[in-house]
């Protein structure tokens, strides 16, 4: 199951070419007249700019539309009769389960590796051994996430459901985040600042910044390193386990109406 949905990849090259450069796009030249309007001074700062803020959170936005995406993909596949097809396999649906988790997890990361690291040359970042806890760290996001969209394709089972969904969760945990906002800029409105807090696309970009640029923005991190990435950590399993719980007892045979 995980190879199938790696394999998949090869399928979007075109996909995957427009992506980058659109990425290319928005970080070398949107995110630059941006940074000309935006200054961060916290105080303990050593000049760093909103530019760098940015970069991070752009890419988290990413990874996160990418493995949203997986369950668009699998939405399909159940209309497709794919799915079906998989439970009909002498597979067990835990492994199934498993398998099409991790392996849409694996086949998102690999979509966005080439924007990671061109954030990374642009930022200088060499450091392979920062570089593979960043590759880790959004390689366990993205498993977490595909696992959510699996569990809403199996609890709605619904294609026009699915999409509004997809749409209402991707508006609010993007917005209530500080993919783009830094945290104590957010403290005026109490409710704003702890729905960015426990939002676990904060969670993914602060530990990013706080990984490679952790003097410069360590006043706006709320969070130590070890909680950041034991919530990423947490999200990936308890999601897995869920989306696997929800097949195990939900998907049947016959379609999903």
Do not use: C, H
């Given at each position: 199951m995980i190879i199938w949905d790696v394999r998949k990849v090869a399928r979007?090259?075109?996909?995957?070419?427009?992506?980058?450069?659109?990425?290319?796009?928005?970080?070398?030249?949107?995110?630059v007249l941006i940074s000309y309007l935006v200054a961060i001074r916290p105080s303990t700062a050593?000049?760093?700019?909103?530019?760098?803020?940015?970069?991070?959170?752009?890419?988290?936005?990413?990874?996160?539309?990418?493995?949203?995406?997986?369950?668009?993909?699998i939405a399909e596949e159940f209309e497709e009769g794919i799915i079906e097809y998989q439970l009909s396999l002498p597979v067990r649906r835990r492994i199934l389960a498993i398998g099409r988790t991790i392996g849409g997890g694996i086949a998102s990361f690999i979509y966005t590796l080439p924007m990671m690291l061109f954030i990374l040359i642009m930022l200088r970042i060499s450091n392979p051994l920062l570089i593979a806890i960043a590759m880790i760290s959004a390689l366990a996001f993205s498993i977490g996430i595909v696992g959510l969209a699996i569990n809403i394709v199996f609890g709605l089972k619904s294609g026009?459901?699915?999409?509004?969904?997809?749409?209402?969760?991707?508006?609010?945990?993007?917005?209530?985040?500080?993919?783009?906002?830094?945290?104590?800029?957010?403290?005026?409105?109490?409710?704003?600042?702890?729905?960015?807090?426990?939002?676990?696309?904060?969670?993914?970009?602060?530990?990013?910044?706080?990984?490679?640029?952790?003097?410069?923005?360590?006043?706006?991190?709320?969070?130590?390193?070890?909680?950041m990435i034991s919530y990423i950590a947490g999200l990936?399993?308890?999601?897995?386990?869920?989306a696997m719980l929800f097949i195990e007892r939900k998907a049947e045979g016959g379609g999903w109406r």
């Open positions: 979007y090259k075109v996909f995957l070419l427009m992506r980058f450069a659109w990425f290319v796009v928005q970080v070398s030249v949107f995110a050593s000049g760093i700019s909103y530019y760098e803020y940015y970069l991070f959170g752009a890419y988290t936005a990413l990874l996160f539309s990418i493995s949203m995406f997986r369950g668009y993909e026009d459901k699915t999409d509004i969904l997809f749409g209402v969760v991707d508006a609010l945990l993007v917005r209530l985040s500080t993919i783009f906002y830094p945290l104590p800029f957010l403290s005026t409105i109490p409710a704003y600042f702890y729905a960015a807090l426990v939002n676990p696309l904060s969670s993914l970009a602060d530990f990013l910044r706080a990984l490679f640029l952790f003097e410069d923005l360590k006043a706006f991190l709320y969070l130590s390193q070890e909680q990936a399993i308890g999601l897995s386990v869920l």
